[in-house]
């Protein structure tokens, strides 16, 4: 799951940036509007934190633009602003959710995993794949109901494959999900993981799509 | 507590007292007057009526008014009184021709004598008669205005009431009023007596509520300010909470302190702002060696700058005394020095200076860094305002506060870029404000 953050404040973007990361998501952090908005028309974000006291350009302004070229990714604000009226706008912009700063780390996670869940069209907090149950909350894996142990990358890998079934990912994709701009990518990593992955979850789980990526099929989560 | 309705009571019914006295005076005088040509003409009337022969009785219709207190006497020529009547009332003896006042034992007389053939006639009358019958005239005179007094004191009341009507109006539109709403009070249908009053009220009312106003964008503003630094240090509160190796505690603690130490920057700032506020905290206007602050300043930095990589130093200090508040010209400089140590990048070098000119003082920082974009420049000095971008931790209030003092000082602030990069920050006082005291200090 890969998450922009957007915030002037170097202290708070990045403790954000720190717990986001331990929690097992990609975070890349930009600074001003200008920087949100190049980054959002260049890449695929699975969700937006967004400050609105913004230099350059007005995070208000950021998230006009990001729904006027009619991008659905989730928007969650971080402001300092608080007034009933500030949070309206915000959410009448286009926003998913609003939190206002000082905010609980817990809670911002919460409201994260949240957002990415609606965006997925779930409501359970548990992906259930045939045999295979993911809590993205407590990262835990679940094969018929026995713990399976998977490293941050590989579960990040999952998440990203069980977030969508039906969807092929290419590899590409899969890299962009799981490494924030500053991780060094090695050349077929997101293979190895694959590898892994099969390994410990059975073949049946992820399939190859020749030429085009990787894939979980839709009916397991029927 | 006075009452202008008393006083003006007191003052009303003390004239018209004052008044009928006056009038009871004068018709006592002109009654009197009246009075004495009266009875004196009839006084000599009654002489030349006398009978010329004394032994001849007296007409009875001619017998004087017992009222009028009336004494006759007749003396022969040989000098022996011949008649008399009522001489018990005392009169005087006196044989003087014409008129003339007597002082007899039981008070003055009017005395007429007339040399009647061979008999001296005297007719005498006290003069109390005379003097009661004019106070008598007086006080029927003044009588009907000592009924004004109840009236005068009636109509005085109502008038005053109504006339003091729209007070209580103002009286009670302010009563109602909670200590929020500072609008104007309505001043259309006012006496031009009390006009003024309401008028001053509501300037100043205007002005209460422009301060109040600023004071509550400026707690807003603060509120706001103090978020960012609080939101920093609960999350990395948090992050130390929930690190999971040494290292990790280790850098999430060292992030807790920055965090401290910015919020208490920023408190620091707030709290220096707050004071520095007109009128906020009475201090003292004394001499002040401007030259000795500065060089303290600059050696008080000097360890700061050198840890940084930046050079930083006194180019030339003019020996000023300045009247000022010693403490916060202190803080004025500090804050400059401390924004170009922040703001400039090592290596990089400062340079402070305080001269004498021919506009006044002139106290100047120029540092190396990047200076601040030209379209900044005039809202670098507002509350609270931070130049986009910059990466530096700062609380926004810096040149605010020097702003603040040089204008309590007469003082002003200009903020340019230099031609060789960097800002240049100088503090102009006027020569007004260069202390009497110089050369003695």
Request: hydrophobic letters at 45%; one cysteine or more.
């Amino acid at each position: 799951m890969r998450i922009l953050l957007v915030e002037d404040d170097s202290m708070i973007g990045a403790s954000v940036q720190t717990a986001l990361q331990r929690e097992g998501f990609a975070v890349d952090w930009v600074r001003d509007g200008i920087a949100a908005d190049t980054a959002l028309t260049g890449h695929a974000f699975d969700l937006v934190l967004l400050d609105l006291g913004l230099p350059r350009q007005e995070g208000g302004t950021v998230l006009a633009r990001l729904r006027a070229r009619r991008d659905t990714t989730p928007v969650l604000i971080l402001s300092a602003r608080d007034t009933v009226a500030d949070r309206i706008k915000g959410l009448n912009t286009g926003a998913d959710d609003y939190l206002v700063k000082p905010f609980d780390l817990d809670e911002l996670i919460a409201r994260i995993h949240a957002l990415l869940r609606r965006q997925a069209g779930r409501a359970d907090p548990v992906i259930r794949l045939g045999h295979i149950a993911i809590d993205p909350i407590a990262k835990t894996t679940l094969l018929d109901s026995e713990p399976v142990t998977l490293s941050a990358r590989e579960f990040a890998l999952l998440m990203a494959l069980a977030d969508h079934p039906g969807a092929v990912l290419s590899v590409a994709q899969l890299q962009e999900k799981i490494y924030g701009w500053d991780d060094e990518v090695g050349s077929n990593t997101v293979e190895v993981y694959i590898h892994s992955l099969r390994k410990k979850l059975g073949t049946g789980l992820i399939r190859n799509v020749r030429g085009v990526g990787y894939v979980i099929p839709k009916e397991l989560s029927e | 507590m006075k009452s202008i309705r008393t006083t003006l009571l007191l003052w009303l019914t003390g004239s018209l007292a004052i008044g009928i006295a006056l009038t009871a005076w004068l018709t006592y005088r002109q009654a009197r007057e009246e009075a004495n040509e009266i009875f004196d003409y009839q006084m000599q009337q009654m002489a030349a009526s006398l009978p010329s022969r004394a032994f001849s009785p007296l007409a009875p219709g001619r017998a004087p008014d017992p009222e009028e207190n009336i004494v006759i006497q007749i003396w022969d020529n040989s000098g022996l009184r011949i008649y008399g009547s009522h001489l018990e009332a005392g009169v005087p003896q006196w044989a003087k021709l014409g008129f003339s006042y007597v002082r007899g034992p039981n008070g003055d007389w009017r005395v007429y004598g007339a040399q009647l053939g061979e008999t001296v006639v005297q007719i005498a009358q006290p003069l109390s008669v005379r003097r009661l019958i004019a106070a008598g005239i007086a006080l029927r005179t003044i009588a009907p205005l000592l009924l004004l007094f109840p009236v005068m004191a009636l109509l005085t009341w109502l008038a005053v009431g109504q006339g003091l009507k729209p007070i209580l109006r103002v009286t009670g539109e302010v009563q109602r009023r909670d200590a929020n709403a500072l609008s104007p009070l309505e001043n259309q249908p006012l006496p031009a007596e009390i006009a003024p009053l309401v008028g001053a009220l509501n300037d100043l009312l205007a002005r209460l509520d422009k301060s109040i106003a600023a004071q509550r964008d400026f707690v807003a503003d603060a509120a706001h300010e103090l978020r960012t630094p609080l939101t920093a240090l609960q999350l990395q509160a948090q992050l130390a909470e929930r690190a999971a190796t040494e290292e990790e505690r280790r850098t999430a603690f060292s992030g807790l302190k920055a965090g401290l130490s910015r919020t208490q920057h920023l408190v620091q700032q707030l709290l220096t702002l707050a004071r520095q506020e007109p009128g906020a905290f009475p201090q003292a206007w004394t001499a002040v060696r401007l030259d000795d602050m500065v060089r303290n300043a600059v050696s008080d930095f000097a360890l700061q700058a050198a840890d940084r990589g930046l050079d930083l130093g006194l180019e030339q200090a003019d020996e000023i005394t300045l009247t000022g508040h010693a403490d916060a010209l202190r803080i004025l400089l500090g804050n400059l020095i401390d924004n170009a140590l922040r703001y400039t990048p090592a290596p990089g070098r400062i340079d402070v200076c305080l001269r004498r000119t021919v506009q006044g003082i002139e106290l100047q920082v120029d540092d190396s860094g990047p200076g601040i974009p030209e379209a900044e420049l005039p809202r670098v000095r507002d509350r609270f305002y931070r130049v986009a971008g910059t990466e530096t931790q700062g609380s926004g209030l810096g040149l605010a506060i020097v702003q603040q003092i040089a204008a309590a000082h007469g003082a002003t602030l200009q903020l340019a870029n230099r031609a060789e990069g960097g800002l240049s920050a100088r503090v102009v006082f006027p020569p007004a404000q260069i202390s009497t005291l110089t050369g003695t200090a």
